[in-house]
Each structure stands twice: as structure tokens, then as C-alpha cells.
């Protein structure tokens, strides 16, 4: 089992920047792929950055390249998401994931919500 906490979210206008943190607990490791996805209402989650404890490459949607960074800190159990030059589109409620491959993530924290102003 592997439990995952949240933290980080908040308001800021656009153009600023925030980082989220992820805090695992549990079995950490069993799961190799972390990643983070971010959700409005009436659409789908969507995939934002993953990483892998490992030392795999690092991934990215397309919307969020050359301003967002994923990193870890396998000795913390932690997972960061730093978050520059944000957009109003931005906005939404940012969940940490964590699983077996990049296609069955099993584990969910609870959410922390991101507003961007104008």
C-alpha cells in the first residue's frame, strides 16, 4: 500500500509560480511511476509530468513543457512539481499518482487545488 499527501497548492497570479509536493508513505517503492495530473470540472483527468523513482527519464504534456519541472527525493519519499510562469488555463485541482507502469496508476493523493488569477 502506498499512501500519498499532498501539499503546495494555492493562489497566485498569473505569470507566478508554485511547487507542489507529493509525500509517500508505505510501500514507496513498489510503485516505480509517479506522476502528476490535474483536473477541472466537467473534464477528464489529464496527465501533467511523471517520473520514475528509478532514474527514468522524465515526462511532460505538451502544455506545460519548458515551464513546469518534475523532481524526487528518493531519500525524503517525496515528489515535487515546480510550477513557472503560470497560466489562468493552469488552473485545476493537481492529484499525485503513483504505480506500476505509466498506464496503471493505482494510487491517488487527495487533490490540492491550483488558481491562477489574471
Known amino acids: 500500500q502506498v499512501q500519498l499527501v499532498e501539499s503546495g497548492g494555492g493562489l497566485v497570479q498569473a505569470g507566478g509560480s508554485l511547487r507542489l509536493s507529493c509525500a509517500a508513505s508505505?510501500?514507496?517503492?513498489?510503485?516505480?511511476?509517479m506522476g502528476w495530473f490535474r483536473q477541472t470540472p466537467g473534464k477528464k483527468r489529464e496527465f501533467v509530468a511523471g517520473?520514475?523513482?528509478?532514474?527514468?527519464?522524465?515526462s511532460y504534456a505538451d502544455s506545460v513543457k519548458g515551464r513546469f519541472t518534475i523532481s524526487k527525493d528518493n531519500a525524503k519519499n517525496t515528489v515535487y512539481l515546480q510550477m513557472n510562469s503560470l497560466k489562468v488555463e493552469d488552473t485545476a485541482v493537481y492529484y499525485c499518482g503513483a504505480g506500476l507502469t505509466v498506464a496503471t496508476y493505482d494510487y491517488w493523493g487527495q487533490g490540492t487545488q491550483v488558481t491562477v488569477s489574471s
Open positions: 517520473i520514475t523513482w528509478s532514474g527514468g527519464p522524465t
Open positions: 508505505g510501500r514507496t517503492f513498489s510503485r516505480n511511476y
